[in-house]
């Protein structure tokens, strides 16, 4: 595993055909609000009041996200995807969007603080109901910047919210001039609104760091996230500038091409993670890939005979043991081992994967348990559910059972914070396909003949849109996580696709073959 490792940048064929897979999901609620009527409010604090000109164009035509009904250009299943990243400072008044499982993208000149809160589905629903809202407490700010390079804060929440909201991809991408930017978040401190408009250009007055778009925003969005037709956050939103009469001009955010240099915490959450396997040498070969998928650097570990890993999620690996012990090994952000646990073994019962401080254990008699474990892999509490006889619990993630059926069915469990079963939701079975995994939001598929199938899932377990791509005959689909793939040829060779927030094929490179090495599993760092 030492040495060069070259890369293909061959681009392999993208094909997308007729659904083949079927769907089973509930109807969406009617979308019959107005748009909101915003008047009256202050702009964002960097700007006096007497300089408010954050509306672009003579109406004000942004909307509750429920009421959203796709006419704006950003599709309804777009937005009802991102709006769930999004929350609200409860203090200041800003906006910001989750970027992993605890850390909160936000704008610095917000002056982010510990003890502050965030609020999630501070939101109408589409008949004009509020919705139940969640507050998070900030723990720690881990950088803050408010000058005339950057404005820009990152804080860390208690709780971990993105295990039930979801995280968007940062991407240190400049979408083109026209291109159709999204920005969500809580314009004049009210319920969670969307706008879209077209980048303007980058030529802000606030600097080579900003772009200007003309897109709606008040006092409140400061601190948005403005997400590109992939749905990848390229943009943070700081400053007004836009006119309602005369030259539009537009609003400024910065560019996430800049920003994510910049930031020790942003560039290793652009930066994911490769596992590979050499079974005869008792190794594991644990890559850092930059956000092309190019590897960067690389650590190897060897284990003692009779410990397989059988899982990686953010900075954890869990192995198993021939006897039926499990090491949950806490990995530090260069691919060294920081310290591990170990559990068991436990009789009849075996450890299937750890996620998000979790660890799946299934019995022989088909029940299932669900750890909570602390920072160090420790055991907190446990809940254990009996699932109907022929079906098999066989992932986790995101506070989320998926469980495959001997006839090929598939349910997704929903639980609450403390691993109880709030709903579930059936799917299939489709002939040929096999559900591979699930993981924030996406349900991944492989059919016999060498096709993928992502499935986009809202948090309740619905379906929402699909994409396939394949086959591509002799390549086969070895797993997938956090918008990335692993297609793999019979002698190790492995291509290593990015994809959009619906599965949509964006990028790849190839790594291998390594005599010896196979890779298992992708995740994103957790810085």
């Given at each position: ?141 881990v950088e803050q910047q408010d000058d005339a390079s950057f404005d820009y804060a990152i804080v860390r929440l208690d709780g971990q919210p993105g295990r039930w909201y979801g995280h968007a991809t940062v991407a240190a991408v400049d979408p083109p001039v026209g291109t159709t930017v999204t920005i969500i978040g809580h314009p004049a401190l009210q319920p969670k609104a969307i706008h879209a ?37 390229v943009g943070l939103h700081t400053n007004a500038g836009c006119n309602q009469t005369g030259t539009i001009n537009g609003n400024s955010g910065m560019r996430m091409s800049q920003l994510i240099p910049h930031s020790q915490t942003l560039v290793q959450l652009s930066r994911t993670r490769l596992l590979w396997w050499n079974q005869g040498a008792q190794a594991i070969s644990l890559w850092n ?239």
């Amino acid at each position: 595993m030492r040495g060069s490792h070259p890369i293909s940048t061959d681009r392999r064929p993208v094909v997308t055909s007729a659904f083949p897979i079927g769907s089973h999901h509930r109807p969406l609620p009617a979308l019959a609000l107005a748009l909101l009527a915003l008047a009256g409010c202050v702009d964002e604090p960097a700007l006096a009041v007497a300089t408010q000109a954050t509306q672009c164009g003579p109406v004000w035509d942004a909307v509750g996200v429920e009421a959203y009904t796709g006419n704006l250009g950003p599709s309804v299943e777009f937005v009802d995807r991102h709006q769930l990243h999004v929350g609200y400072q409860v203090e200041v008044g800003c906006s910001g969007t989750l970027v992993s499982d605890d850390l909160f993208l936000s704008a610095g000149h917000c002056a982010w603080a510990a003890g502050q809160h965030v609020r999630f589905d501070y939101q109408n629903r589409a008949d004009g109901t509020a919705r139940p809202t969640r507050d998070f407490t900030v723990s720690a700010v881990v950088e803050q910047q408010d000058d005339a390079s950057f404005d820009y804060a990152i804080v860390r929440l208690d709780g971990q919210p993105g295990r039930w909201y979801g995280h968007a991809t940062v991407a240190a991408v400049d979408p083109p001039v026209g291109t159709t930017v999204t920005i969500i978040g809580h314009p004049a401190l009210q319920p969670k609104a969307i706008h879209a408009g077209p980048v303007l250009d980058y030529s802000s007055g606030e600097g080579t760091n900003w772009f200007r778009y003309q897109v709606d925003t008040l006092g409140g969005n400061s601190g948005s996230g403005v997400l590109d037709p992939q749905g990848r956050l390229v943009g943070l939103h700081t400053n007004a500038g836009c006119n309602q009469t005369g030259t539009i001009n537009g609003n400024s955010g910065m560019r996430m091409s800049q920003l994510i240099p910049h930031s020790q915490t942003l560039v290793q959450l652009s930066r994911t993670r490769l596992l590979w396997w050499n079974q005869g040498a008792q190794a594991i070969s644990l890559w850092n890939l930059d956000a092309s998928g190019d590897m960067r650097d690389y650590a190897e570990h060897a284990v003692d005979a009779g410990w397989t890993p059988i899982s990686l999620a953010g900075n954890v690996i869990l192995w198993r043991h021939d006897d039926g012990r499990v090491s949950y090994w806490r990995m530090r952000t260069d691919g060294s081992l920081a310290g591990y646990t170990e559990h068991g073994p436990y009789g009849g019962w075996t450890a299937l994967a750890a996620n998000d401080r979790r660890i799946l254990w299934r019995h022989t008699s088909g029940a299932v348990s669900l750890w909570s474990v602390n920072g160090l892999g420790e055991y907190l509490s446990h809940v254990e559910h009996v699932p109907a006889p022929g079906w098999t619990a066989i992932g986790y993630a995101n506070d989320t059972l998926l469980l495959r059926h001997t006839n090929g069915r598939v349910a997704l469990w929903t639980l609450d914070d403390s691993g109880a079963l709030l709903d579930t939701d059936e799917y299939g079975p489709f002939t040929g396909w096999t559900a591979l995994s699930y993981g924030d939001g996406e349900l991944i598929w492989r059919h016999v003949d060498g096709r993928m199938s992502t499935w986009t899932i809202d948090r309740a377990g619905g379906f929402r849109t699909w994409t396939e791509h394949g086959p591509f005959t002799p390549w086969t689909l070895a797993g997938g996580a956090d918008h990335k793939r692993v297609w793999r040829l019979p002698d190790g060779r492995v291509s290593y696709w990015t994809t959009d927030d619906e599965g949509g094929y964006l990028t790849h490179v190839e790594h291998g073959p390594f005599a010896g090495w196979t890779a298992l599993y992708t995740a994103s760092i957790a810085p």
